[in-house]
């Protein structure tokens, strides 16, 4: 089992800011991707940015050049610094794992955190 704890999200302005965190806990040594998806009102959930265990990322075409995704592995934790932000960046933000124990692959999720980007 893997628990993921979301942090940062929140209100900003167009053209601001804001950083979101992950925190993950429980059996992190299965874990070999970690990402961000998010979910706009009526949209289906999409994926922003993903990170493997080798450091290679994966972003969005929405997102490239604006959004960042990176890991602390000494704080299990991975972070999505997102500059530039638009108003259709506004969404519910979920974190995910994706764990591989021999050839069980298995998501887990976060309980999301809101981004809304609004004058």
């Known amino acids: 089992q893997v628990q993921l704890v979301e942090s940062g999200g929140g209100l900003v302005q167009p053209g601001g800011s804001l950083r979101l965190s992950c925190a993950a806990s429980?059996?992190?040594?299965?874990?070999?991707?970690m990402g961000w998806y998010r979910q706009a009102p009526g949209k289906q959930r999409e994926l922003v940015a993903a990170i493997t265990n080798s450091d290679s990322t994966n972003y969005a075409d929405s997102v490239k050049g604006r959004f960042t995704i990176s890991r602390d592995n000494a704080k299990n934790t991975v972070h999505l610094q997102m500059n530039s932000l638009k108003p259709e960046d506004t969404a519910v933000y979920y974190c995910n794992a994706l764990t591989v124990v021999v050839a069980t692959r298995v998501r887990y999720w976060g309980q999301g955190t809101q981004v809304t980007v609004s004058s």
């Open positions: 429980g059996s992190i040594s299965n874990i070999n991707l």
